[in-house]
């Protein structure tokens, strides 16, 4: 069934790490609103009609979104809870690329800033500055001048790149594995604090995994990317489908608002997303080609029909069976949430005859998630549980194996 979509995506374009923030479950959501909202105090602009830089004074270090939208142009900020005690008057006038600028809640622990921009920019950096010598922590975002026609050519460059990539020769014998580090070249996925990267931690992780699976000798293991490029969410399920794919997992390390909310999730797909924050998740997921510019089209019907098809039962049932075991395995290893199975409709696991899993490995907004995640030690020891995983689904033809 060919499902025809319009006006499915906006142009965006993020050249920084961006990361969009997760609806927090109801559980912890009381948990963090005992800590005070901080409070932002002042924002300014400055620059000219090439390079601004829009700055916001706030109590403490936060993660955050920034991403870039068309019609009209727009930077957005996307932030947990901010208590804005911004001076009467505050963005009414800009300056330089920035005309004016609004901020405010948007929902129950989320707040937004809003900066209208005079045309088409491109956000160079965002960074937080942390507290110190009696100074407020700084939301800080550099941007600069771009053009249409400039956008228009990186969006087909980097569409292009992802899809040059070699697709697999179909092979018979050994069950074929692909692992899928998220994200990737201009979309660098979450952001954490202290500035780590999710598109590097899940690429080393899957890294790991590969050469834990491979050392049994019993599977094939391909990736999707094998280093920092930008890759379509079709391209990847493609890239599976080709190879004749026996089992599908994407690697992700996300972030969400709450400090005290850490540890692994295991995702299958579904129509019905289990609860609101697997809902929030699939949606920012499946808006990574938006990140890199691709736009699907009613044209691209074969894979258009992978990407919003439903998932055979048989494939669905093999996936849920999977991730119910990597489950069990990977809390032998490391920390897991409290409900670590979930499921939602994310479109990079939408291949219909591939069993598909999406793994949390962690959050990057909690501490000592980050500091796990940066591990080698802690990704030996949770490739080898995945491993386990692995060979228990494929018992009969890989049974012993290590």
């Known amino acids: 069934m060919t499902i025809h979509l ?9 050249a920084i790490p ?18 005070p909202a901080p409070r932002a105090t002042a924002a300014r602009v400055g620059g000219d009609a090439t390079r601004t830089r829009f700055v916001t004074d706030i109590e403490r270090p936060l993660s955050f979104s920034a991403y870039v939208v068309a019609d009209p142009y727009r930077v957005i900020l996307d932030l947990p809870d901010v208590n804005f005690q911004l001076p009467a008057g505050s963005g009414t006038k800009g300056r330089g690329l920035v005309t004016g600028y609004r901020f405010g809640p948007i929902e129950p622990g989320k707040s937004r800033i809003i900066m ?9 950096r965002a960074f937080i500055i942390p507290e110190e010598n009696g100074q407020p922590a700084r939301v800080v975002v550099d941007l600069i001048k771009t053009d249409k026609a400039t956008f228009t050519k990186l969006i087909r460059r980097e569409a292009k790149t992802a899809r040059a990539k070699t697709m697999p020769v179909p ?3 050994p069950p074929t594995i692909i692992i899928d580090p998220g994200h990737g070249g201009i979309d660098p996925g979450a952001t954490s604090v202290n500035g780590e990267l999710e598109k590097d ?7 790991t995994l590969k050469t834990r699976l491979e050392k049994s000798g019993r599977y094939r293991v391909l990736m999707t990317r094998d280093e920092d490029e930008f890759v379509t969410l079709e391209d990847r399920v493609a890239f599976a489908r080709a190879a004749e794919a026996d089992l599908f997992m994407a690697v992700h390390a996300d972030i969400v608002r709450g400090a005290s909310v850490r540890g692994a999730t295991i995702y299958t797909l579904s129509e019905t997303a289990s609860d609101a924050e697997a809902e929030a998740l699939a949606s920012k997921e499946n808006r990574a080609d938006a990140v890199g510019g691709v736009r699907l089209t009613a044209e691209n019907g074969d894979i258009n029909s992978i990407l919003i098809g439903l998932a055979q039962r048989d494939s669905a049932n093999r996936s849920a069976e999977f991730a ?20 939602a409709g994310f479109s990079v696991l939408k291949s219909p005859d591939v069993p598909s899993v999406l793994v949390e490995l962690g959050y990057l907004s909690d501490p000592s998630d980050a500091e796990l995640l940066n591990s080698p030690a ?4 949770t490739a080898k549980a995945i491993a386990r995983a692995v060979n228990g689904h494929f018992g009969v033809t890989v049974a012993g194996a290590e």
């Open 378 to 381: 802690w990704r030996e020891r």
């Open 324 to 343: 119910g075991r990597l489950a069990g395995e990977m809390a032998k290893a490391t920390v897991m949430t409290k409900k670590p199975l979930r499921s």
């Open 116 to 124: 209208d921009t005079k045309g088409p920019v491109l956000i160079e």
């Open 171 to 173: 092979k018979k014998g």
């Open 18 to 35: 961006l990361v969009l923030l997760l609806l927090a479950q109801a559980g912890w959501q009381s948990a963090a609103s005992a800590e």
């Open 6 to 14: 319009t006006k499915v995506l906006r142009l965006f374009l993020v």
């Open 201 to 207: 931690i899940v690429l080393a992780f899957a890294q």
